[in-house]
């Protein structure tokens, strides 16, 4: 970490946050020692600031979501910003409104900052092209990017080793769907760690071997010597042969347990970006474990989210 | 390009018994490698005459075109337009076709019968010509479907449709799944000597894609298409085409590994042949990066490897067809999230200006570039065009090589804005397009589009 380049950083440098491929060291170093700053605020029992005073957030989900919706309602009312919750579901884009109109509407309603989830990779970035004075925050776009878990990702492991850098990071599960998958792999690669992907090969995308991160699909290999363990969630409609013969192969092979977890260092950090299919892809006395910080990363994803939503405000148009 | 006349595109009227005389032209017509400085002669929409012993001397009475050493060869023939006629005219009619046809110097197209409804009868077909007839400024032939409704299930009157004009039998933007079925269309096809042209992809294995498989598409999320899903359809047809010895043509391959299925059968003596889109021979899958929905083309571009192979493949001969694959879709189905938005591009009128930046660029020869758009689709589809010699019907163009031009969108004919090219610079442009030896189009000096 380069510490002068820190310092030289006042404001974020961007207009949106889209995406954690192109981040730098310094800019994602901005953001943690912002949410550091809101984590421990957090912890108080006076925690609302003013930062957001005036301004309308409004989080608009085309796909549910609980906790990541949670997560940036509150980021938002702690920074003072009035948040509005839009749940659009599926049905009324098929009423015929597309995207673009969507875009159209809110711009009407004046927001200053919009946080978008949808199912579709790329629309998050679609939509930011066509609204005015305004930023977009990604909130999860289709298997593309989700920017924020990386951040309240690296937020965790920040706190719970002092660094990032030099670590070894395992991400275990289905990569291929994976948005939160392909943004660790940017934001780890940015901040200097050492990154592997475990697999079966069904659920690894083709040249992934190209992202940036070594792959294996044998898990007691893969998990040799790693300072991190990070879980993802496997969809259940994904494990009736279509991908995986069943959840007890897939738990056999691919499931962290207390025997594939002792490949690990004996300090290796327990991680999954939730819901937890406990049996399923971790084992529930693993997810309980003493090592595990599932807690922790619901806790800095809020602190993340202010940190995001305080750093684009401070780019936005005075007027 | 002296003669005087302030008159447009096809405004220019036609002139029953007198001559049209072309001096000072490089005729060029990849049929016979003819490739010289002379002229060329244009009497009731024939070609007169033609020769070096022109170049300067024109018939009495004659009018007389100046070419100024610019290029003069047969009109292209485009072997894959989608139009919207009938069914989804607002996304392009025969008439709009035929204009942005014609200003890309394209004299000849070839609509698909993935209309609403679908051309699968012969009174469509006779629709066609029709509607052709009344609206168009270029020769429109139609292929026809070869199973109903493009369903791949049950095969269509192939007879009686090649009668009716249909000059050849294609399931359209879908694949014929089932086996059975091809090989009974092959089977049936053969004995009315009716070419069946295919689009090769495996919908299971395809399925949702919505690039290339590979490092771009992992990177956007975005599900992908790999190249194995059309390979493994070409190499079905081939054997099937063994076993029934049909005529067959792969509509457009994108990949390497397509392309050495083909070959192979062409060793082999098959009567096996294949195209490819301008758009895979100028593009590749980069260009989709930041979801650009006017790249989302099927099948969808490939690896800048495979672009090389293909452009190779024109060079040596081994692909036998370019075509614009030419596909109008509205704003409101390409604006959308890149997994969602309408697969095509639009491309006739910027067919032959894409095709020549390989020729500039050096990779592949003017008359083996102009083959594949002239002579060689009208060989494959038993047409009379496409060739520059005595008596044969005066489709003709007049291009100047260099001419440097930016595409604007706005400016293009066709009724749908979705081209690739926007913006792109080309060189080559279009200067006059005579259609039976009626002048259908001109460039206009200071005309951007």
Request: proline share 4%; with cysteine.
């Amino acid at each position: 970490m380069n510490q002068d380049a820190d310092a030289q950083l006042k404001t974020f440098p961007h207009r949106h946050f889209l995406s954690c491929d192109g981040l730098t060291a310094p800019e994602i170093n901005f953001l943690l020692d912002l949410a550091d700053e809101a984590a421990d605020r957090n912890r108080t029992v006076d925690k609302k600031r003013d930062v957001l005073d005036g301004k309308t957030v409004i989080n608009l989900f085309f796909e549910a979501s609980t906790r990541t919706q949670a997560s940036f309602d509150l980021a938002g009312k702690r920074l003072g910003a009035d948040v509005m919750n839009m749940l659009v579901a599926s049905s009324s884009v098929q009423k015929g409104e597309t995207l673009i109109d969507t875009a159209v509407t809110l711009n009407a309603m004046r927001p200053d900052i919009i946080v978008v989830r949808h199912h579709s990779a790329g629309a998050v970035e679609l939509l930011s092209q066509k609204v005015v004075d305004c930023a977009v925050v990604n909130a999860g776009d289709g298997a593309h990017q989700h920017p924020t878990q990386a951040l309240l990702d690296a937020l965790t492991i920040r706190r719970a080793k002092g660094r990032i850098d030099g670590l070894t990071v395992a991400i275990c599960g289905d990569i291929l769907h994976s948005r939160v998958a392909r943004s660790n792999i940017n934001l780890l690669n940015a901040m200097s760690a050492r990154v592997r992907i475990i697999a079966p090969s069904t659920l690894l995308p083709s040249n992934s071997d190209r992202l940036g991160a070594e792959v294996y699909t044998d898990m007691w290999k893969g998990l040799e010597d790693v300072d991190v363990v990070m879980m993802l969630r496997l969809q259940h409609e994904r494990m009736d042969g279509a991908y995986v013969p069943s959840s007890r192969e897939f738990f056999h092979f691919f499931g962290l347990d207390h025997e594939k977890l002792a490949r690990a260092k004996p300090d290796a950090l327990i991680m999954h970006p939730g819901p937890m299919n406990r049996g399923v892809e971790i084992a529930s006395t693993v997810a309980d474990h003493s090592r595990s910080v599932v807690r922790e990363q619901v806790e800095m994803g809020v602190a993340v989210r202010m940190a995001v939503l305080e750093a684009l405000s401070a780019n936005l148009p005075q007027t | 390009m002296n003669e005087t006349t302030n008159k447009r595109d096809h405004e220019v009227g036609h002139r029953d018994g007198q001559t049209q005389a072309f001096l000072n032209a490089r005729l060029v017509d990849p049929a016979s490698g003819r490739d010289e400085i002379g002229g060329l002669l244009v009497r009731d929409g024939l070609i007169a005459d033609l020769g070096p012993h022109l170049r300067r001397n024109a018939p009495e009475n004659s009018t007389v075109i100046d070419c100024q050493g610019n290029v003069l060869c047969p009109g292209l023939i485009d072997a894959q337009v989608y139009s919207g006629e009938p069914g989804q005219e607002h996304r392009e009619t025969l008439k709009t076709a035929s204009r942005a046809a014609a200003a890309g110097g394209v004299t000849t197209i070839v609509v698909m019968p993935d209309t609403e409804p679908v051309i699968d009868q012969v009174s469509l077909v006779d629709f066609i010509q029709r509607r052709a007839r009344d609206n168009a400024i270029v020769h429109v032939h139609t292929m026809a479907a070869m199973t109903r409704g493009l369903a791949g299930e049950e095969m269509t009157e192939i007879g009686l449709l090649k009668r009716a004009g249909a000059v050849a039998f294609t399931n359209g933007k879908s694949s014929v799944t089932n086996t059975r079925v091809m090989r009974n269309v092959l089977n049936y096809a053969k004995d009315f000597d009716a070419l069946v042209v295919h689009h090769c992809e495996d919908s299971y294995l395809s399925s949702n894609g919505a690039m290339n498989s590979g490092e771009v598409a992992t990177r956007l999320g975005l599900p992908g298409v790999s190249q194995v899903a059309e390979t493994i359809v070409v190499e079905r047809d081939v054997r099937l085409v063994e076993m029934t010895g049909s005529r067959y043509h792969a509509a457009t391959i994108s990949c390497d590994a397509s392309l050495d299925v083909i070959k192979a059968a062409k060793a082999r003596g098959l009567h096996v042949t294949c195209g490819v889109s301008v758009n895979h021979l100028t593009l590749n899958e980069n260009d989709v990066t930041g979801y650009r929905t006017f790249f989302k083309v099927r099948p969808p571009l490939r690896h800048e490897d495979e672009r090389v192979a293909m452009v190779q493949g024109v060079a040596n001969g081994g692909i036998d067809i370019i075509v614009s694959s030419h596909d109008p879709q509205d704003v409101d189905v390409k604006r959308r999230p890149f997994q969602e938005a309408a697969d095509g591009a639009c491309g006739v009128e910027t067919l032959l200006p894409a095709a020549l930046r390989l020729y500039h660029s050096g990779h592949v020869g003017l008359v083996a570039l102009l083959k594949a758009m002239t002579c060689n689709p009208a060989k494959l589809l038993g047409l009379h065009s496409g060739r520059l010699t005595k008596g044969a019907i005066a489709d003709i163009i007049l291009v100047d090589l260099d001419q440097p031009w930016m595409v604007n969108k706005d400016l293009l004919r066709s009724r749908s804005k979705n081209s690739p090219f926007d913006e792109a610079r080309l060189q080559g442009r279009v200067l006059r397009t005579l259609v039976a030896g009626q002048t259908v189009y001109q460039y206009a000096s200071g005309q951007d589009g």
